[in-house]
């Protein structure tokens, strides 16, 4: 946990096994008593769309004829939210979420918890695709570098989205870099540090190398 919050990570998967599925948080359900709630985080159309790229790049993933290890996926093409799967506490994915700027997907590799090693070459062919496509999409979204008119970064400063109610700090590195992954292809950008007023200025979401935001 010191690891993931001393570093600016954007994104994460943790492979397991056991089912054959991508799951995304929230993974702990709004009703504790109760098991397969939905339990969409304000960033569910992220989270959706990371565990679609890792599904669809999948050999066999999304199919629908595709055999499962027990559960169901075929509605929701190899992806589901996990609290409405089974809801758990103290997952990693939840943790990244609330305490950290990353976004983690689960990824549940298939039935056999323990493969072989004949069977770990034939295991990296189907999820080859996946895992490149799941890397190159972190270039989605803004990323940009929040400093004060002598050019200094400035750690801790909270970038905030119009419409998502999850905010984005700065982190400790060199350039303070910031980078918040969101579908919406227009907003405002707002950011407030230690001494700094609130201010918002409009963003699209290209491929372009950047946002500066400079506060004086």
Not at 177 to 199: C, M, N, T
Request: proline content about 5%.
């Amino acid at each position: 946990m010191k690891w993931v919050r001393s570093l600016p990570f954007v994104q994460s998967a943790s492979l397991h096994g056991g089912e054959l599925v991508v799951s995304y948080p929230f993974d702990f359900s709004r009703h504790p008593q109760e098991e397969r709630i939905f339990s969409p985080t304000p960033d569910e159309q992220i989270f959706k769309q990371l565990a679609r790229t890792y599904a669809d790049s999948h050999a066999t993933m999304s199919n629908n004829d595709t055999e499962r290890c027990g559960a169901s996926f075929y509605r929701t093409r190899g992806i589901i939210n996990g609290a409405l799967w089974y809801s758990f506490a103290g997952g990693m994915s939840d943790f990244n979420y609330l305490h950290t700027n990353c976004f983690e997907i689960t990824v549940e590799l298939g039935c056999d918890k323990f493969p072989s090693e004949v069977e770990l070459y034939p295991e990296w062919k189907r999820n080859k695709e996946s895992l490149l496509s799941f890397l190159e999409s972190v270039h989605r979204g803004v990323k940009g570098v929040v400093r004060d008119k002598d050019g200094n970064g400035i750690k801790g400063a909270t970038v905030s989205v119009r419409g998502i109610r999850k905010d984005v700090t700065t982190g400790k590195v060199k350039l303070r870099i910031g980078q918040h992954l969101f579908k919406a292809k227009v907003g405002a950008l707002s950011r407030e540090g230690p001494g700094w007023y609130l201010d918002g200025r409009p963003f699209s979401n290209t491929r372009k190398p950047g946002v500066n935001v400079v506060s004086e």
